[in-house]
């Protein structure tokens, strides 16, 4: 079984700002990783995904997170935001299995101030 | 290449009724997964299909149910309907190979009166 943790319920950052975002995870098998943004009234867009290879993934719209094994972490990163950045985001990981299944965190609310 | 669609995208209902709603995968796609998203629970696993089978179920009662039909579109139905059954309801597809994303519709937001 895997469960996620999103320690921050919201951050609130000034616009031009660096943000992280942090995501914890447990798991007894090996997992994929996922962050996804959702804007007010709308489904969940992809912002990244760790599958293999270099721990070190780019996404779209400037994010970028690093899947630290050792620490079970995979922390979403942005060197500076914009107001359009204000959104909810969510971390995602899925068994290596052959199940879509995903599990999510609680989500973290990003607030981008003028 | 059309995403996935979920009709409807919004929905009214009463406590007792049971409710129908519908999931089209991007074309290619036989996984289908669903996914109910409250403000106390946040995002949970209901129950994924492939291939018309269901291959893996999440924690809820038996009044959530679903299906697959050959062309890969789903249903999922709610009976009984409770006043905590008022969520967004997000449908995911996915391709056959398993190192891969799940692509989301715009979800069907169900509010229980």
């Known amino acids: 079984a895997q469960s996620v943790t999103q320690l921050d319920s919201q951050v609130p950052v000034f616009e031009e700002a660096p943000v992280e975002l942090r995501c914890n995870y447990s798991s007894s098998v090996s997992v994929y990783l996922f962050w996804y943004v959702q804007y007010p009234n709308q489904g969940l867009q992809l912002l990244l995904k760790?599958?293999?290879?270099?721990?070190l993934v780019k996404g779209i719209n400037g994010f970028e997170a690093e899947f630290n094994k050792s620490q079970t972490s995979f922390h979403l990163r942005k060197p500076s935001v914009h107001i359009s950045d204000t959104a909810e985001y969510f971390c995602?990981?899925?068994?290596?299995?052959?199940?879509?299944?995903?599990?999510f965190g609680s989500g973290t609310r990003l607030l981008v101030r003028p | 290449k059309a995403g996935v669609t979920q009709t409807p995208r919004y929905l009214i209902k009463t406590r007792g009724q049971q409710v129908t709603l519908s999931c089209s995968p991007i074309?290619?796609?036989?996984?289908v997964s669903w996914y109910q998203q409250t403000p106390g629970q946040g995002l949970q696993f209901l129950f994924e299909y492939f291939s018309e089978t269901q291959r893996n179920k999440g924690n809820f009662p038996g009044r959530f149910s679903g299906r697959q039909f050959s062309n890969s579109r789903s249903e999922m139905n709610v009976s009984t309907l409770e006043l905590g059954d008022s969520a967004l309801y997000l449908c995911a597809s996915s391709p056959e190979y398993s190192n891969t994303e799940a692509f989301f519709g715009q979800g069907t937001r169900l509010t229980v009166v």
């Open positions: 760790y599958l293999s290879g270099s721990t």
């Open positions: 995602a990981v899925r068994g290596m299995d052959s199940s879509y299944k995903l599990i």
């Open positions: 074309s290619g796609h036989r996984s």
